[in-house]
């Protein structure tokens, strides 16, 4: 094993989330819909018809080109890919061959050791999807939904060397995809496929050997588990002094093993030509100005500047930017709190993300606002209510919308720092408790908790703990 290098690039396919197709006006995102209930002439292939691009769907992909720093050409044309398939009725699939959307490109991800790892992108172009077939009681259905669905696929360089690396650019790419809101990403959905090719070479050698490309897996774990499996394979084959045949080989996810669909097409096979129903698209720029004009802060600037300007540790700063509404929330609390930053870190990490995993929503959804949150923690700062009460009254502001402070009013769950109160209540615990009272006294100190306890349990979790504790400390001398 160690003296072979793998190969592998990722050929990806990504369902933007346009309300409509991308040549004709049926709804785009219909996989709860019935088969064949969001179809038209134009979308089920029939003849005469013509197709209208869908503005937005090239809008989308300027974005995404943009995320992949990949150059927008000024001109692109659309071209067509001819093949025969039950889920593809006219015989030919819409795409962009040589003058695509966009121009080379990368993406960094960062390695578990602090490296980057640059990936080349070889191809970004937009395309129409095929439909879906599933074989049923011996008969062969095809649903057309799916037909005319805006895709772009994505190529990368031959970049990645394991199965690891593979499965953190799919991590990285679905964490840019939403944060950039130009597709849901979901892959057990199909709005975000993975085809992977994969080839060995020993060690040191530049050379691409002949890949195989492997086809329908359906989620990152799928694809680190194949690709496992295909460089044992290869790896199998040229120790048995074998040759690498060019197959596309099929993942079957239930019995996890590789299966040989057939020897692959080449290019030539497709007879590429320009789509001539389609004008080519004039990129300006004023247009494309107009598109980028709210193009986001991406994951690891962001993440970098959380280290550098908020002073963030960087577990904290990987964490809160691993979606973009919940590094957003940490930047309006921020600027809502005039305190400690990693104070605001620190609630967001143990307290709102964990009620957000609870509820099964984005930081974006809260009923509680970054300005609550700012409000609850400024409480905590002026002593005005203790830590436990503000863990509750996070889940009741998010529950009901009004402002913590009428909260605390209303039930009042402020701290109760009045002495003659606490000290009424400290004097009846001790009353209470003369066998733990006798056992502190002869030097079993660690009971403080359980005064300190009953004092919190009488006054409902209210009173100033530290003026209670040291209550305690001078009665129990
Ligand atoms: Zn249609």
Not at 87 to 106: M, R, V, W
Not at 240 to 259: H, M, V
Not at 400 to 424: F, M, N, W, Y
Request: charged share 25%.
């Amino acid at each position: 094993m160690s003296e072979y290098e793998a190969v592998i690039g990722l050929e990806t396919h990504i369902q933007l989330n346009t309300q409509t197709k991308i040549f004709c006006s049926c709804k785009a995102d219909s996989w709860v819909d019935g088969p064949n209930t969001n179809i038209c002439p134009v979308c089920s292939g029939m003849p005469g018809v013509l197709p209208v691009l869908n503005k937005r769907a090239v809008e989308k992909g300027v974005v995404l080109a943009r995320a992949m720093n990949s150059d927008i050409r000024p001109v692109s044309y659309f071209d067509r890919k001819n093949y025969f398939y039950p889920d593809l009725p006219k015989g030919y699939q819409i795409t962009q061959y040589d003058q695509s959307l966009a121009k080379g490109g990368y993406m960094d991800i960062p390695q578990a050791d602090g490296s980057i790892r640059r990936v080349t992108i070889w191809k970004l172009h937009l395309e129409e999807d095929a439909g879906k077939t599933k074989n049923e009681l011996g008969r062969r259905l095809i649903d057309f939904n799916r037909c005319g669905v805006p895709l772009v696929e994505m190529v990368t360089g031959p970049d990645l060397h394991t199965a690891d690396e593979a499965a953190n650019y799919l991590t990285r790419l679905r964490q840019l995809l939403r944060w950039i809101g130009v597709s849901e990403a979901d892959m057990e959905k199909g709005h975000l496929r993975c085809d992977a090719n994969v080839s060995l070479r020993l060690k040191g050698e530049t050379i691409l050997n002949n890949k195989t490309e492997i086809k329908n897996v359906n989620s990152i774990e799928a694809v680190r588990a194949a690709i496992e499996k295909e460089i044992l394979r290869q790896t199998h084959e040229y120790e048995a002094g074998r040759r690498i045949e060019a197959w596309t080989l099929e993942w079957d996810e239930d019995t996890q093993t590789l299966k040989k669909m057939r020897s692959k097409e080449t290019e030539a096979d497709y007879r590429y030509f320009r789509e001539p129903d389609l004008l080519p698209v004039f990129m300006d720029e004023a247009w494309k100005a107009a598109i980028l004009a709210d193009f986001p802060e991406l994951p690891l600037a962001r993440k970098a500047r959380f280290i550098t300007e908020f002073g963030l540790p960087e577990y904290d700063a990987e964490l809160l930017t691993s979606e973009r509404s919940l590094s957003e929330y940490f930047i309006s609390t921020t600027l809502a709190y005039s305190g400690d930053v990693k104070r605001v870190s620190n609630w967001l990490i143990n307290d709102v993300l964990r009620m957000l995993k609870e509820n099964d929503k984005t930081a974006g959804e809260l009923v509680l606002t970054p300005q609550h949150l700012a409000e609850i923690i400024k409480l905590v700062d002026a002593n005005t209510i203790n830590t436990n009460t503000a863990k509750s009254l996070l889940e009741k502001v998010n529950q009901t919308g009004k402002s913590p402070a009428e909260i605390v009013q209303a039930e009042g769950l402020a701290k109760v720092s009045d002495d003659s109160l606490i000290r009424q209540v400290v004097e009846q615990v001790i009353a209470e408790s003369p066998k733990e009272v006798a056992a502190y006294k002869s030097g079993k100190v660690g009971l403080m908790g359980f005064f300190v306890g009953q004092v919190m349990k009488k006054m409902q979790g209210k009173a100033d703990a530290q003026m209670a504790r040291a209550m305690l400390e001078t009665m129990l001398m």
